[in-house]
């Protein structure tokens, strides 16, 4: 019980304590006030056996968060591609087809190249972006990106914590984390990156990373002293 409450209490300050947060809540209060809840809740279920009410509200959270974000800012280059994208598709066309002569050619790989790779391309684009460490802990994006007000989500030392984090999921491998982070990633992909509220859905997990990195920091302190 002690432990629940703790991450709990960690998961909140750090849900409240980043610059991300207050801009969601600026802009939609109902959604900062969700995504705040979905940290909790994905705090508590981290921290003990599955617990099936909260579970359900966790999914009714997560489920509410997708649709409000795919409606808002769905990316339409999933649609229709931009005059660029189609210029740029035209001319990898024309490269292919030179060094790659009849493999490229063929009705299969044309439809593929004309039908289904630019807008997959556009899609993966959206989940690589959302995963740069640099959009959330830096102002400054090394890619910085048109129409978008680059700023820093998080203080840069919940940097450290995030990493600590990262890394005690990868060893533990948290189904209800991966499961998480496969449906947010599959969410985001269809959200613009020019979305003026980020990648949201990741808001949660990011949360929960940087609370057990803290986590870990406080027992290994604890056992040394």
């Keep these: 019980m002690h432990r629940i409450s703790l991450v709990t209490l960690i998961s909140l300050a750090v849900a409240i304590t980043n610059f991300w947060i207050w801009k969601i809540i600026k802009i939609d209060l109902f959604l900062g006030l969700t995504l705040v809840l979905l940290s909790l809740t994905m705090a508590s279920l ?48 024309g490269y292919f087809a030179i060094s790659l002569g009849k493999l490229f050619k063929n009705k299969f790989v044309l439809r593929f190249y004309k039908d289904i790779y630019p807008y997959f391309n556009v899609y993966a684009s959206n989940i690589f972006n959302s995963l740069s460490p640099n959009l959330y802990f ?11 007000e680059e700023f820093s989500m998080y203080p840069a030392i919940f940097l450290i914590f ?64």
């Design 46 to 93: 981290t921290a003990t056996r599955l617990n099936k009410k909260i579970f359900l509200i966790t999914l009714l959270l997560l489920f509410s968060t997708s649709v409000k974000i795919l409606v808002a800012g769905f990316d339409n280059n999933l649609r229709e591609l931009r005059p660029d994208q189609q210029k740029q598709l035209n001319e990898r066309h």
């Design 138 to 148: 830096f102002s400054n994006h090394p890619r910085e990106r048109e129409k978008v």
């Design 162 to 225: 995030f990493l600590i984090g990262l890394l005690y999921f990868i060893k533990s491998s948290s189904y209800l984390i991966v499961l998480y982070l496969l449906f947010a990633l599959l969410v985001t992909g269809f959200i613009k990156q020019t979305f003026t509220l980020g990648p949201v859905l990741l808001f949660p997990l990011i949360n929960l990373l940087i609370t057990l990195g803290i986590l870990k920091i406080f027992r290994t302190e604890k056992n040394g002293l």
